[in-house]
């Protein structure tokens, strides 16, 4: 029962929603779940602690269910509830629950930052930057994504890899469901052709998402994951959806709708700057060039120019007051600070300066532009060619609706594309020379994600318009006997490698577990010696990546960040670095090995009874008049 309570909660907590703005369940199912977050998130931020905005939203919840039990017989109101929206939810919920039940991360970020920010935030009642935190990787991303999924966490009684999972896919699937079903007037004349329609419209979203992965097609789609990439490029793509529906687009929802999705855009992550621009731009040459007339346009351009840079302040104000907030906690290094972008250092490499480092990435990075393969859905070819058909196509939907794809929207979004591939692409240049590492500039890791996810929003916006050009028509003409066919083909040509993922993990098992197995002993071990304190020196001749899952698994017992890489573990045996080894080691708890070398052996052998260390042992630090001893923790 618990599994399901947060779908019930939510669908609610969304008719009191749908009451107060008098639109149809699906089409402001996506402002209820961003504004839930929003407030859990302000209620840790003004009051520090999550439980004022959590209770808030149970009370809500009640008096949303109250009010719906006295107006039950006001057919206008439960015609805006049981909308296709509505059904479309429940079909999305059960799905969910299937797929995701049992769900185990199985993707790096996962493990190093993603997962364990939950994690810590459910431990510690906090936000994730504290330094009470256990958290060893990017304390300083914006944390909305992780509070909507602790949220859900909440509501299922505990946290569990399960509910993130479940929480991120519910917010994701519901921002399609605005303009993928509300736009329809009905979904089938008889019972079974509307249930057949409806699951198709739910189908059609997730192979919207799962054709388009960024992923290549060997590696493990986004979707499947807690990456907050694809659920960054939805909440973009509902915000362009609100701009290109006029009616909305001129409405106080509409603006308020914009305004939730920029702030929520630029507190999932960083780059959601770059989105924000984007959209604004978008809505600022669409309420200005869609005014009836001229005279309208010179008394209302300066309104709506306030209006999009109304939503701009509003949005950077909020990332500011988070930034703010994790430089007053303290030593904590901030990645993506715009404080580390130097105008004119950017103009210097452009122009063949600045440091070799710097200048190599630039043309690694300009030549993976018009080169490097990234993937589009069944198709893998470069950015800017990718871009380049996404425009063809939006030129042939404006040739082919025959004058029902006004020309000035078609302008609009032209330019749109235009500015949007090269912002983008530019933006993304920035943040390899001033906010990644030097590994992450020399090998461009991610390129094919973070590129890859942003070409996917356009195809979105693409689908999107095309939706809207046929909405009024299609209803009408809609029969499982014609759109069967196409869609099996589509499913087949998607990316049929990756449907694999999306069968309960459950019936697959968890990938890490033997991590799970390690961080048990540990934790069994350390909870024997009754100490205070619980600080862990790991070695590991292998790679980082025993650090962070080891990390995530262990709750209560940190995970020093400091650990032996392969390198280090093979320093010759007077190399100075073995002092500063050992001297660190004395300021912790404990010493866990997980894989040993000869270097390791003699150097801390020599510390231990036996004489030796083991692989896969914890040691209990002793440190008695500065002398270090090592003991075996049973």
Known sequence: MSVILPFIFFAVLNTGMLIITKRKFGAVLPITLMSSALLVYFSQFIFKTFDIGYYILIL??????????????????????????FYSYIVISILIIIIDYGRHYVLWDEFSHCGKMVKEMMRIGRFYTELTSNLMAHKDYPPLVGVFELLVCKLQGGYSEMGTTMGIHLMELA?????????????????????FNLILFVVVELMIVFAFDSQPQEILGIFPTIYTDLLLIFIYTYGISIVIDEKEANSLFGYIALLISSVSMILTKQIGIAFILLVTFFYALNTFFNSPNKSDIKKSWYKKLLASFGIVVISMTNYMMWSSYVKSVGKIQQQFSLERIKIGEIIAIINGGGSELRSDTYKRYVKALFIQ??????????????AFIAIGILVLIYISAKGRFKKKDF????????????????????????????????????????????????????FFIAVSLLSGTIAKQLSWKKILPVFVVFLLVSAPTKLVDLSPQILRGEPEAAYREKANYISNCAAGTGTGRKYLFLISSDNAKNTYYLNYYLNEIKVDGRYISKDIANYSLDDEAWDEIVNDLKEDEYLYVMNTSESVDKILGKYTKEGLITDETLYEVKVENGELSLLKAE
């Open 60 to 85: 809500m919840a009640l008096v949303s269910l109250i009010v719906l039990i006295k107006k039950r017989r006001e057919q206008e109101l439960i015609e805006r509830v049981l909308s296709n929206g």
């Open 175 to 195: 921002l399609l469901c605005p303009w993928l079903t509300e736009k329809f007037e009905s979904v089938g004349k008889k019972w079974y052709e509307g249930a």
């Open 411 to 462: 302008i609009n979004t032209l330019l749109l594309f235009i500015c949007g591939n090269i912002g983008y692409a530019f933006t993304m240049f920035v943040m390899y020379m001033f906010c990644f590492s030097e590994r992450e500039m020399t090998y461009l890791i991610g390129y094919h994600r973070y590129m890859g996810t942003y070409i996917l929003s356009e195809y979105l916006i693409l």
């Open 373 to 386: 393969k990234i993937n589009v859905g069944f198709l893998s070819i470069s950015y800017f060619l990718a």
